[in-house]
DNA sequence: ATAATAGTGTCTATCAGACAATATAGT
DNA sequence: ACTATATTGTCTGATAGACACTATTAT
């Protein structure tokens, strides 16, 4: 049954992308959101987003760096697809496609944007935010899906860290990603024998309630590896 | 640096669909491509695919089992978002978006589909494919790419077989995707004790070279079920 | 009976988790 | 020396793979 073709740009949806920002704030996932600047929902904390832009984007991707560097003064951060949502009533200005992203962040990074002059991320618990406008919340439910499933095989929790970090701090980050404790010698030893990980020649600080100093270590890969095992 | 708004229906890419499906004949993985009916590249093997169209498609999902059912007389397949790809020349006629599908469909299906009047489809080996229009080739690779990460631990390889099967059956549908034998008891054993296989009162019938029948069985679940192991 | 495939039982190697033992540095 | 954390070593239980053995049906 051949239709009128709806390719004239009258007829097509809406191009948006929004990326779900996770960051670890005092050992725990939050999620990065801002206020909206502008209608609709203006001044309701929401997702960072933004319309992709054919003039001047080489790729979805663009698109999403784009944004999040004029939205959230971020860049070089760890960012993956998650998927696309559409339909008519996601966005009240019609029918609209958002291709959603995952980005992860160290706090640090974060806050150094905000200095910078990013209009500030409100640090969220997952488990306690409030209700999204649009269907942020929708996608924040399969960016954590991803992000915990994905952890166990591979090195996604080590993007929540800065450049250098202790195979201790390493450990805890997958625990409160993956939601599971896990077994120490059992991390060392798996962690190690995939080499996936370079000794820095250096050791974290010691202090008065954390004695012995631990080796520092950085990823070998700067992207993401997977494993064929888990952690 | 604030844009003019790029809302308006003039810059928005074109949005469309492309469905890979994937089917599995004389035990091994094909492509069920078309010919074009139109152009651009009229005539040319490609993915099915099409416009999403807001005036009818309630979301992506609907317009992927749309385009299917109309290019394809398909209806009721394993159907799963793989992600998008976008940019300014992967289509002819401008910036285009395309959601990419992973469409499994027994081979029976897709002859029957023929029987009752689609186009015919050609069954394509994914490592003898030619060069295809469009950035067909990405998407294909991305296709491959998921069926077979996700194969170890799913039971996505048993949507390629109709609705009951033997576990010998099943068990070559698994190395055939995997690429890698399994072991046969290994695999009795743990299917088995995840209870995602039901017995179907009937075995399969014996033949003059397949002595004894097997028993047959079909999936406890007709959604998608992922495993804590791997088979 | 024989052939050929279906299905079961058992042994073993491997690997993950438990946990004890040792190491290191601040106080 | 004592404390707290980091790191290593060893034991044990679970599980996957190898493979031999039994079962079933057509010829």
Redesign the pocket.
């Known amino acids: 049954m051949p239709h009128p073709l709806p390719s004239g740009p009258e007829q097509r949806p809406i191009a948006t992308v929004d990326i779900v920002i996770v960051t670890l704030s005092e050992g725990a996932l939050r999620l990065g959101l801002q206020r909206r600047d502008r209608e609709p929902h203006k001044g309701e904390l929401a997702l960072i987003g933004g319309y992709v832009r054919p003039e001047e984007d080489g790729d979805i991707e663009a698109s999403a760096r784009r944004i999040l560097a004029d939205k959230g003064r971020l860049t070089g951060l760890y960012l993956e697809q998650l998927r696309s949502f559409g339909g008519p009533s996601r966005d009240p200005r019609g029918w609209s496609i958002s291709i959603a992203y995952l980005a992860l962040v160290p706090e640090a990074t974060l806050r150094a944007a905000e200095t910078r002059g990013a209009p500030p991320f409100e640090l969220i618990d997952p488990d306690r935010c409030p209700r999204l406008p649009f269907d942020h919340g929708r996608i924040i439910a399969a960016a954590l899906q991803r992000l915990r499933s994905k952890a166990s095989y591979s090195t996604l929790p080590a993007f929540l860290l800065g450049s250098q970090f ?4 390493l450990k805890s980050v997958y625990e409160t990603v993956m939601g599971t ?10 962690l ?2 995939m080499h996936i990980l370079e000794e820095v020649e250096a ?13 520092l270590y950085r990823l070998a890969k700067e992207t993401l590896t997977e494993f064929d ?3």
């Open positions: 202790t195979l201790p701090e404790p896990l077994n120490d010698s059992a991390f060392r030893r798996k190690m024998e050791k974290a600080a010691a202090t008065a309630e954390r004695k012995r100093p631990a080796q095992r888990t952690v």
